[in-house]
């Protein structure tokens, strides 16, 4: 289908995709592009001007920061996160959602960046970056701030972006020795869209420190404090686990469609949530 | 908005060529309408059918889900390239054939191009990541066995299996 007119950049540094984006009112970052063509397509959206981010040194880099987070740059494929030895080594859950999502072609192009840009409350990544307390370094006409994932998902579509900002970065914190991560779903067909989805950071040393629990699915990720809560001080048996897992669900408002009922999809979240910690607390 | 217009540089199963496409073409319809390679296959423009997959700079891609000018500067292949016009069909195309890999054709461009990428980025190709690796790319005649026992029948003469 013929996209509407528009005028396409492609800026090489991210000041001048900063500086195209303010010069604009209705100026919209293309990363890879596997959701917004269509959106184009469909005529949901109507840019003036697409910024091409796909391409930019910076948003391609993966590193380690000072402090031991690894910094992902946002237009850094799937395919490029599940191949990284740095990603491999440091988030061996990243890196394998990387090699799970949807198809070889999507992987091909579909950016961490975009995914988290998107917030499709089915989407991949929302969920895992809340659970690792993920860090979203963002750029602006104003300089760069950082945002914690848990709080960047305001609605469906609706994240804490600023007209004329752009994600620069996702920054995770380095895993500590006695800290693992889980990652569980419930999808319709292999490496395919999702009901539910639930993922776990959880520190054990044969007793549970601490835990991050967060639901997907719903209209954003949301943190299960209860749960997180009843987990802290237990040793990590499959009956302890499932006692605070029955308190998951809180907040996570999932719709109700043809493809589930909302008690279908929260029931099914319980059982994620209860999963991903058991898989964050196996030794290894 | 005035469309933008961009001059482009790419290889095109390998020849190099210069276009001037409209920024808001897509790069299936730049393969179809502008290089006149009909071999790629429009089924649902909307990333879902894999129909219009093609191979840029060595990875498949949808090419109704990237836009003309972002090919710039990289190597597309088509499934023209496969094997030229009067060659013989090159070793994966010959599989197709000696399994009944294909009845309507429809997605057999989209299915070789894919294939043909998996095949160049493996080291190894178990029966799983041969159903996984043709995920993005649907069929509605054969039932996918026998597409998946010409793949496999290359990976082995290959050495991949
Ligand atoms: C057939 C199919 C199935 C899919 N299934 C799934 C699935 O199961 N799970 C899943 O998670 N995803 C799925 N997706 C979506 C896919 O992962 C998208 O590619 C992704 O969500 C968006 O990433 P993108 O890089 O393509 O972004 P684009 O499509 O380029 O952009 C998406 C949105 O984010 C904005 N944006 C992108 N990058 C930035 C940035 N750096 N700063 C600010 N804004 C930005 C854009 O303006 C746009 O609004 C599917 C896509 C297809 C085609
Ligand atoms: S036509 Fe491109 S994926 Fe279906
Ligand atoms: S052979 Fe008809 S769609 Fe595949």
């Keep these: ?284 | 908005m005035p469309d933008s217009v961009h001059a482009i540089e790419l290889t095109v199963n390998g020849e190099p060529h210069e276009a001037v496409v409209p920024g808001r073409q897509l790069l299936v319809h730049f393969i179809r309408d502008t290089l006149g390679l009909r071999g790629t296959h429009i089924g649902c423009d909307s990333g879902n059918c894999g129909a219009c997959t093609v191979i840029v700079d060595g990875k498949a891609v949808k090419s109704c889900m990237q836009l003309a000018v972002q090919a710039d500067g990289r190597a597309l292949e088509t499934v023209e390239g496969l094997s030229g016009p009067g060659e013989e069909p090159n070793d994966l195309q010959a599989a197709f054939t000696r399994h009944h890999a294909l009845q309507c054709g429809y997605c057999t461009p989209g299915m070789l191009m894919s294939a043909t990428a998996l095949l160049e980025q493996a080291e190894e190709l178990s029966l799983d990541e041969i159903r996984r690796g043709l995920k993005g790319n649907i069929c509605r005649c054969t039932g996918y066995v026998n597409i998946v026992r010409a793949v496999e029948d290359v990976a082995a003469r290959r050495g991949l299996a």
């Excluded at chain 1, 869209?193 to 601490?210: F, K």
């Excluded at chain 1, 237990?234 to 686990?241: D, G, K, L, N, V």
Aim: some cysteine; proline content about 6%; charged content about 20%.
């Design chain 1, 1 to 284: 289908m013929l996209l509407p007119s528009l005028a396409y950049e492609r800026p090489e540094t991210v000041e001048e995709a900063v500086a195209l984006l303010r010069a604009t009112r209705n100026a919209r970052v293309l990363a890879g592009g596997q959701t917004l063509l269509n959106a184009l397509k469909l005529r949901i959206v109507h840019p003036d001007v697409l910024v091409d981010v796909s391409r930019i040194p910076s948003l391609r880099e993966i590193a380690h920061e000072p402090d031991g987070a690894l910094r992902i740059g946002a237009a850094v494929t799937y395919d490029e996160l599940a191949a990284s030895p740095l990603v491999r080594a440091a988030h061996p859950v990243t890196a394998a959602m990387g090699s799970r999502l949807v198809d070889r072609q999507v992987r091909a192009r579909g950016t961490i960046g975009g995914n988290v840009c998107l917030a499709d409350p089915t989407s991949n990544f929302p969920p895992l970056l809340v659970a690792l307390g993920a860090r979203l370094r963002v750029r602006g006409a104003r300089g760069a701030r950082e945002t914690d994932a848990d709080g960047f998902f305001l609605a469906p579509y609706m994240t804490a972006l600023a007209p004329g900002e752009l994600l620069d970065s996702v920054l995770l914190p380095a895993l500590a020795a006695d800290q693992r991560v889980g990652y569980e779903t419930l999808q319709v067909g292999t490496d395919s869209w999702a009901l539910a989805r639930a993922s776990a950071l959880v520190r054990c040393n044969g007793t549970i420190r601490e835990a991050r629990v967060a639901l997907g699915c719903g209209p954003v990720p949301v943190r299960q404090r209860a749960m997180e809560r009843a987990l802290v001080g237990r040793a990590p048996t499959a009956a302890a686990i499932a006692a605070a897992a029955a308190l998951a669900g809180e907040g996570f408002d999932p719709p109700g469609d043809v493809h589930a009922s909302a008690a279908y999809r929260t029931k099914m979240a319980i059982v994620m949530a209860r999963r991903a910690v058991r898989a964050a607390t196996e030794e290894s």
